[in-house]
């Protein structure tokens, strides 16, 4: 298996606040972002042309309708969202599925797995012991594989 951070995610109420802070403290750039059912935007830290450089995460809730987010990620209590609890995700890109899956599943660890087509990868999303969410970004050959 290998390993290698990849992003980490901030859950927020105020979108664009939290996008200039890194567009302008930091310097980074807002890049492309797959399709998901929730707004929000990647802040990129070199090339545009390449995903594995959306080092930052921004996730926004939607106040009227936040049913995609609560489908795809979860839900949160609003009252949650500041300091470190508004870090929604760790996540790294992996390889070793089938050896990862039965690991968890020997462990009895829950999973909950999406599919990203845009970008070629299947997640697999987990709670540590403390309740952080962690996400493992496999290429998606890899579940294809189990598949057949």
């Known amino acids: 298996m290998t390993l290698s951070l990849n992003h980490f995610s901030i859950r927020t ?3 664009a606040a939290t996008k200039a802070f890194y567009v302008m403290v930091l310097g980074l750039q807002e890049g492309p972002r797959p399709d998901f059912p929730f707004p929000g935007y990647w802040l990129y830290q070199g090339p545009l042309t390449d995903y594995v450089n959306a080092a930052v995460h921004i996730i926004g809730i939607d ?3 936040s049913s ?3 489908n795809y ?3 949160r209590a609003q009252n949650q969202l500041q300091g470190s609890g508004a870090l929604d995700h760790v996540a790294f890109f992996a390889t070793g ?3 990862m ?3 968890l599943e020997s462990k009895r660890i829950e999973v909950r797995r999406r599919d990203v087509p845009d970008l070629g990868l299947h997640q697999v999303f987990l709670d540590d012991p403390n309740g952080i969410v962690v996400e493992l970004n496999y290429p998606f050959a ?3 594989a189990l598949d057949a």
């Open 13 to 15: 109420l105020d979108l």
């Open 63 to 65: 106040a009227n309708d």
């Open 68 to 70: 995609g987010l609560s």
């Open 73 to 75: 990620l979860g839900d």
């Open 97 to 99: 599925l089938a050896d």
């Open 101 to 103: 899956l039965k690991r």
């Open 142 to 144: 890899e579940k294809q």
